[in-house]
T-cell receptor, first 115, second 115 residues
Framework: EAGVVQSPRYKIIEKKQPVAFWCNPISGHNTLYWYRQNLGQGPELLIRYENEEAVDDSQLPKDRFSAERLKGVDSTLKIQPAELGDSAVYLC?????????????FGQGTRLTVV | AQKITQTQPGMFVQEKEAVTLDCTYDTSDPSYGLFWYKQPSSGEMIFLIYQGSYDQQNATEGRYSLNFQKARKSANLVISASQLGDSAMYFCAMRGSNTGNQFYFGTGTSLTVIP
């Protein structure tokens, strides 16, 4: 079974440019997460989806960040325009909806560098 | 609110020795799950072990065991017989019954195994 797939793995852009990240979760996983991980820190949630619905986006900077999960499967996270402080690793994860013991499975992340 | 604290930014261990990575947590949820993840330099978060708050016994998975002390709100990871491949970042995370599918992460501990 394939794991969580993210693309691209690396992205370098100039500030003020747009950028998009793509995530394909594990088949059958209802819950999809986007995390941002700054250097030397733990992941911090940006947005969580249950199927197609964004149920927690309180930490998403909505002035420049947007996300969508069409048909409750793949998801895209977009930044427009990017700022220098957006340089980080963006991790996508998925899990089954029910059960405290259900772990989240993570993709390899997209390392964004804004110059 | 949930909070995970990892107070050891970096740890060193001799190959074949055991090492304990500390994790304390704070939650008001009546039940919760505690997770440990390993993040090698490749970036992917790898699930290691899970402990439920009502589990009577400490969790074990191969060389990994979790020293769960509920009254102290601690969930330390013990790695026995350390191997060079264990060198990585280690993150403690929690998922609470009242916060649905949200995972909260600590800041991580960098483990270096010395040959």
């Amino acid at each position: 079974e394939a794991g969580v797939v993210q693309s691209p793995r690396y992205k370098i852009i100039e500030k003020k440019q747009p950028v998009a990240f793509w995530c394909n979760p594990i088949s059958g996983h209802n819950t999809l997460y986007w995390y941002r991980q700054n250097l030397g820190q733990g992941p911090e949630l940006l947005i969580r989806y249950e199927n197609e619905e964004a149920v927690d986006d309180s930490q998403l900077p909505k002035d420049r960040f947007s996300a969508e999960r069409l048909k409750g499967v793949d998801s895209t996270l977009k930044i427009q325009p990017a700022e220098l402080g957006d340089s980080a690793v963006y991790l996508c994860a998925s899990s089954l909806q029910q059960g405290l013991g259900m772990t989240a499975f993570f993709g390899q992340g997209t390392r964004l560098t804004v110059v | 609110a949930q909070k995970i604290t990892q107070t050891q930014p970096g740890m060193f261990v001799q190959e074949k020795e055991a090492v304990t990575l500390d994790c304390t947590y704070d939650t008001s949820d009546p039940s919760y799950g505690l997770f440990w993840y390993k993040q090698p330099s490749s970036g992917e978060m790898i699930f290691l072990i899970y402990q439920g708050s009502y589990d009577q016994q400490n969790a074990t998975e191969g060389r990994y065991s979790l020293n769960f002390q509920k009254a102290r709100k601690s969930a330390n990871l013990v790695i026995s017989a350390s191997q060079l491949g264990d060198s990585a970042m280690y993150f403690c995370a929690m998922r609470g019954s009242n916060t649905g599918n949200q995972f909260y992460f600590g800041t991580g501990t960098s483990l270096t195994v010395i040959p």
